[in-house]
């Protein structure tokens, strides 16, 4: 869950000054182009992959217009009445509330999340997977109360607008809401406490796993170290991570609500009504202490609070274990091969790990001669994204488990794979399966699984097989056990041929094992003692067998042992029972999920540190050192800040029978711009001007930009328009724009058309994009003769585009995949008066010791390299002024079918080079400096890190060169290179709470001196 505001990325520049004021208009020009571009791709960024082919309807209840797939009536229903309660809950504290918010549920994800935004217009974008166990917003009561509820608070919290705020609202629209500048700490922090008051049962600061981070911080004397600066950071790769603003905040704000509840509507309403970023005031005025010092009392009070509740619980002796020594942050699902080698131990362990840039590694460790796990030998079996499980196969020659991918365009599903040991061999089990938690039975025959459904989650089991050549296979899918209403299941275990232990979370957030018979369906509640999750069946010798479990019933989350009744033999349904349980553990933090070695005596599992959730190993001697372990007794603790209020009682929301009536969803109100953004910035002899809008629904179907941007020095208006229509499996986009352009002391104006289709290519994956289009530009040149040369070019034109790039964690650089694009334009006769071809090629990688560990193993961790090139051909092209022209700093993007003007070309200032047949190829070599994540307080500014780069660019070219030394234009042939080299260093920051900013400082040099008469000359570029 997380507030959204609809960002964009784009580039603006300083660099130094040419003898000349050379092609200087052309940057802005750009600048204000890709402003208004962005703001029509950006507005429907969120939503862009939802299905052009859903029939939306909506329900409008009072204060909300909630918009779904027709295909969701049900749960359109329950969201109107949560939406209704929220309103009710909320607004009485904060005070100020828009006529309408716009709700969309989104089922095209099977990740638990939801975004809002005020701009521009109240917007709550809900995807309604039930959270998975073990996510930090895993403890809830009803889920789809608190999901709306943290969701609405942040739109209560965008919208005042108190003093000349309200004034400039009125002349500006929608865009001014002071409150969207706040740090993102209270932002999120606040919907936490909200989310988690105003639960009857749930909410995370009601979670023991939740607060357990804290405590385990406070062990390690790192708690501190997160001061008022980077607890609104979500991008620091360090464990919490990007539940910083929502644990740190929420404590901040759980403090100052428990003091007094009506300072959240005060100080929504201060900061309405004050200069952004300027937030202590406020607050000093109410409780005479700043932010941060506010945050220090938090500390201190959750200092004290962890400290007596590590000596009660450890009054008898704690069983921690020893850490194995994997070298992730987050590990978690450890599982034992079922095979034994000669002296019973099991071989291998399995284990899900987390790393600072992968959400998931699935890895193998075997045990060494001496009994131990050898994890400098740890094997990369798979790298799902956001998986949950695994589990062996009965004889240890493969795993089974879940992870989130595509399935067809338009949707993001839970799977199952399989990895295959012998064979090193990954393969897809499911397509659209919305499988996750999987568990295999003793006989291999079967596979159990949570299958999700619009907003439930069910029990389900397949039939595994495998070809004749050797394939695995699924069955369809038996649906076993299906639960009420927000009900939801979890992590499925084999304790028998046709037994099943299950974990059911209810609404009022009671959560405990219960046992199903796949042949009946009948399901029971199984008495373990409190509460229960993450089971897991454990065989010993002689046919014994046992359950292990998780719970939190003392307020800590444990592992505990217990024995199946009549445990010689299998029990069967009507006699399975849990006796003798027993605790394994006694931490302070979390141990959450393990397996246990019967040969060994010893347990495997997951226990939360203060840097993450690591692989530990308890052995008997360990655990006879423990009293409470011995007499099965562990302290209770209360949460780790108890909330003093009474348990909240939702408003009971009732409509007329005709109220939650569907109606077709109309788009075009939401077209209807509600805002325009100005925009000014210095140019060498005057000044760029712009003012911009955009409007869209809030699903991407239709979004439309414009803007109105001048020239001081030419005077002359430019118009720039777009509509983008994704009502089909093509993405039809239409741009017109009108632009001046100051070119050494000419005036250049053109006029131009497109319409253009975007698509995904049949047969080829997602990474691939292609597009087609038809485009018009009318060009008009002085001449030095007197009169205009008028230039028509109109034409088609296709594109293909492959695009594989991420970068994640402490990258510094992308360190693997590419991409490569391939446009052909042909100007047409009948069309204009420029007849030519145009084709454009540029292809990029990265490589690293993660792209080729076998030949590049030898660079240090975080470096990597690029290569990149490109060709651009037009010999048809007889007007030189009117060829693509080079630019200093790499401001083009990789777009299909681009029929920009402009390539890269650093060391020489822009335009120096008019190319009517290109070549040119780049190479850098990135290299990480320090990490440093520090701020300044509550000032709006965070340095993350630094990083450096060393470059060659070179280029050939047939067209002209700018000769500084004759102030003309020269001729060139494709063989005379021109280079340059450079050196940068890069500062990543954080800027107004929100804003991420690259600051780059180099030297660049150019070594052809009639081109680049300053020779290296300092850079510096700014880029967000």
């Known amino acids: 869950m997380s507030a959204a505001v609809i960002h964009g990325c784009f580039t603006s520049m300083i660099s130094r000054c040419s003898k000349k004021g050379h092609m200087t208009g052309q940057i802005k020009t750009i600048f204000a182009s890709a402003i208004a571009t962005l703001l029509i791709l950006g507005f429907s960024l969120a939503s862009y992959a939802t299905s052009p082919h859903i029939t939306w309807h909506k329900i409008e209840t009072e204060h909300f217009e909630i918009v779904y797939d027709s295909r969701h009536y049900r749960l359109a229903k329950d969201f109107a009445r949560h939406a209704e309660t929220a309103w009710r809950t909320l607004v009485p504290v904060l005070r100020t509330w828009p006529d309408k918010t716009v709700v969309v549920i989104d089922d095209s994800g099977d990740q638990a999340n939801g975004m809002a935004t005020g701009f521009p217009y109240p917007q709550i974008h809900l995807y309604p997977?039930?959270?998975?166990?073990?996510?930090?917003?895993?403890?809830?009561?009803?889920?789809?109360?608190?999901?709306?509820?943290?969701?609405?608070?942040?739109?209560?919290?965008?919208?005042?607008?108190?003093?000349?705020?309200?004034?400039?609202?009125?002349?500006?629209?929608?865009?001014?809401?002071?409150?969207?500048?706040?740090?993102?700490?209270?932002?999120?922090?606040?919907?936490?406490?909200?989310?988690?008051?105003?639960?009857?049962?749930?909410?995370?600061?009601?979670?023991?796993?939740?607060?357990?981070?804290?405590?385990?911080?406070?062990?390690?004397?790192?708690?501190?170290?997160?001061?008022?600066?980077?607890?609104?950071?979500?991008?620091?790769?360090?464990?919490?991570?990007?539940?910083?603003?929502?644990?740190?905040?929420?404590?901040?704000?759980?403090?100052?609500?428990r003091e007094n509840l009506s300072i959240v509507g005060d100080l929504n309403d201060a900061y309405a009504r004050r200069l952004p970023f300027f937030i202590d005031g406020p607050l000093e005025d109410r409780t005479g202490k700043s932010w941060q010092g506010y945050l220090e009392s938090v500390y201190s009070e959750v200092e004290k609070r962890s400290a007596e509740q590590i000596e009660e619980i450890c009054e008898n002796g704690c069983v921690e274990g020893t850490k194995l020594g994997e070298k992730s942050f987050f590990t978690r699902s450890p599982v034992l091969s079922r095979t034994f080698t000669e002296n019973g131990a099991a071989k291998s362990l399995a284990f899900i790990a987390r790393e600072h840039n992968n959400d998931s590694v699935v890895q193998i460790v075997d045990r060494t001669e001496t009994g131990n796990f050898d994890f400098s030998k740890v094997v990369r079996a798979a790298e799902p994204t956001s998986s949950n499980?695994?589990?062996?196969?009965?004889?240890?020659?493969?795993?089974?488990?879940?992870?989130?991918?595509?399935?067809?365009?338009?949707?993001?599903?839970?799977?199952?794979?399989?990895?295959?040991?012998?064979?090193?061999?990954?393969?897809?089990?499911?397509?659209?399966?919305?499988?996750?938690?999987?568990?295999?039975?003793?006989?291999?025959?079967?596979?159990?699984?949570?299958?999700?459904?619009?907003?439930?989650?069910?029990?389900?089991?397949?039939?595994?097989?495998?070809?004749?050549?050797?394939?695995?296979?699924?069955?369809?899918?038996?649906?076993?056990?299906?639960?009420?209403?927000?009900?939801?299941?979890?992590?499925?275990?084999?304790?028998?041929?046709?037994?099943?232990?299950?974990?059911?979370?209810?609404?009022?957030?009671?959560?405990?094992?219960?046992?199903?018979?796949?042949?009946?369906?009948?399901?029971?509640?199984?008495?373990?003692?409190?509460?229960?999750?993450?089971?897991?069946?454990?065989?010993?010798?002689?046919?014994?067998?046992?359950?292990?479990?998780?719970?939190?019933?003392?307020?800590?989350?444990?592992?505990?042992?217990?024995?199946?009744?009549?445990?010689?033999?299998?029990?069967?349904?009507?006699?399975?029972?849990?006796?003798?349980?027993?605790?394994?553990?006694?931490?302070?933090?979390?141990?959450?999920?393990?397996?246990?070695?019967?040969?060994?005596?010893?347990?495997?599992?997951?226990?939360?540190?203060?840097?993450?959730?690591?692989?530990?190993?308890?052995?008997?001697?360990?655990?006879?050192l423990n009293q409470s372990l011995q007499d099965g007794k562990l302290a209770k603790v209360p949460l780790l800040i108890e909330r003093p209020e009474p348990k909240h009682q939702p408003v009971e929301v009732t409509f007329a029978p005709d109220q939650l009536d569907a109606h077709d969803f109309n788009v075009w109100p939401h077209l209807v711009p509600r805002y325009w953004m100005p925009y000014a910035a210095y140019i060498p002899g005057g000044a760029f001007l712009s003012a911009s809008t955009s409007a869209g629904d809030p699903m991407g179907r239709h979004s439309l930009a414009a803007s109105l941007s001048m020239d001081t020095r030419v005077g002359k208006p430019n118009f720039f328009a777009a509509y983008s229509n994704y009502t089909t499996d093509v993405r039809y986009t239409v741009i017109a724009d009108d632009y001046w352009q100051r070119l050494s002391g000419l005036d250049r104006r053109a006029t131009t058309g497109d319409l253009s289709g975007s698509f995904f290519v049949n047969g080829l994956s997602n990474k691939w994009r292609g597009e087609a289009g038809l485009s018009h530009e009318r060009t008009e040149l002085p001449l030095s003769t007197g009169g205009t040369d008028i230039r028509i070019k109109s034409g088609p034109r296709v594109g293909l585009l492959w695009q594989n790039v991420s970068q994640r964690g402490y990258e510094v650089s992308p360190e693997k995949g590419g991409y490569f694009r391939v446009a052909h334009a042909r100007y047409l006769a009948e069309l204009g008066n420029l007849v030519y071809d145009k084709t454009d090629l540029s292809a990029a990688t990265y490589l690293s010791r993660i792209s080729n560990p076998k030949f590049l193993g030898w660079l240090p961790e975080r470096h990597a390299m690029n290569f990149s090139g490109g060709v651009s051909w037009l010999p048809g092209l007889d007007r030189l002024l009117l060829a693509p022209s080079s630019v200093s700093l790499p401001i083009e993007t990789v777009a299909l079918g681009s029929s920009t003007t402009s390539f890269v070309m650093r060391g020489y200032p822009s335009g120096s080079f008019l190319a009517r047949k290109l070549l040119r190829s780049s190479f850098e070599y990135r290299l990480p400096l320090s990490n440093s994540y520090r701020g300044f307080g509550t000032k709006p500014a965070l340095i993350r890190r630094w990083h450096a780069a060393v470059f060659t660019d070179f280029v050939t070219f047939e067209g002209a060169f700018y000769d500084f030394s004759a102030n003309t234009y020269r001729r060139t042939e494709l063989g005379n290179m021109f280079a340059a080299v450079g050196a940068e260093a890069r500062l990543d920051s954080t800027l107004f709470y929100h804003l991420p900013v690259q600051f780059i400082f180099g030297v660049h040099f150019g070594f052809d001196k009639r081109v680049n008469p300053n020779g290296a000359y300092p850079v510096i570029s700014v880029a967000l």
């Open 389 to 624: 499980r695994l589990t062996w196969l009965p004889d240890a020659s493969a795993l089974i488990y879940d992870g989130i991918d595509d399935f067809g365009r338009f949707e993001t599903r839970s799977e199952l794979w399989m990895y295959d040991r012998p064979s090193k061999k990954v393969t897809r089990l499911s397509r659209g399966l919305r499988g996750r938690e999987p568990d295999v039975n003793l006989e291999g025959k079967k596979v159990a699984f949570v299958q999700l459904t619009t907003g439930r989650s069910q029990i389900s089991v397949a039939e595994f097989s495998r070809r004749s050549d050797g394939t695995p296979t699924l069955s369809a899918a038996k649906v076993l056990y299906v639960p009420v209403g927000e009900t939801r299941v979890s992590w499925p275990t084999f304790v028998g041929q046709d037994l099943l232990l299950f974990v059911e979370r209810t609404a009022d957030g009671k959560e405990g094992l219960k046992l199903l018979d796949v042949a009946s369906g009948r399901a029971r509640s199984i008495e373990t003692g409190g509460s229960a999750t993450f089971p897991r069946l454990i065989l010993e010798p002689k046919g014994r067998r046992r359950i292990l479990f998780a719970s939190n019933r003392t307020g800590i989350t444990n592992l505990y042992i217990a024995d199946i009744a009549n445990r010689a033999t299998e029990a069967g349904y009507e006699d399975f029972t849990l006796t003798n349980s027993m605790p394994l553990t006694n931490s302070i933090s979390r141990a959450w999920v393990g397996d246990f070695d019967v040969k060994t005596d010893s347990l495997i599992y997951s226990r939360l540190d203060g840097d993450g959730s690591r692989l530990r190993v308890s052995t008997a001697a360990d655990r006879a």
């Open 129 to 257: 997977a039930p959270p998975a166990p073990g996510e930090t917003i895993g403890d809830t009561g009803p889920w789809g109360l608190e999901l709306m509820t943290h969701e609405y608070t942040h739109v209560l919290n965008f919208q005042p607008a108190h003093g000349l705020f309200h004034t400039l609202r009125n002349v500006f629209g929608t865009i001014v809401r002071p409150n969207l500048l706040l740090p993102r700490w209270y932002l999120e922090g606040l919907a936490v406490e909200m989310e988690t008051r105003f639960s009857p049962s749930g909410g995370r600061l009601r979670s023991p796993d939740f607060t357990a981070i804290p405590r385990a911080m406070v062990q390690e004397n790192i708690l501190r170290r997160e001061d008022v600066a980077r607890i609104g950071e979500t991008g620091i790769p360090d464990w919490p991570g990007g539940a910083r603003p929502y644990l740190l905040g929420g404590l901040v704000w759980q403090k100052l609500a």
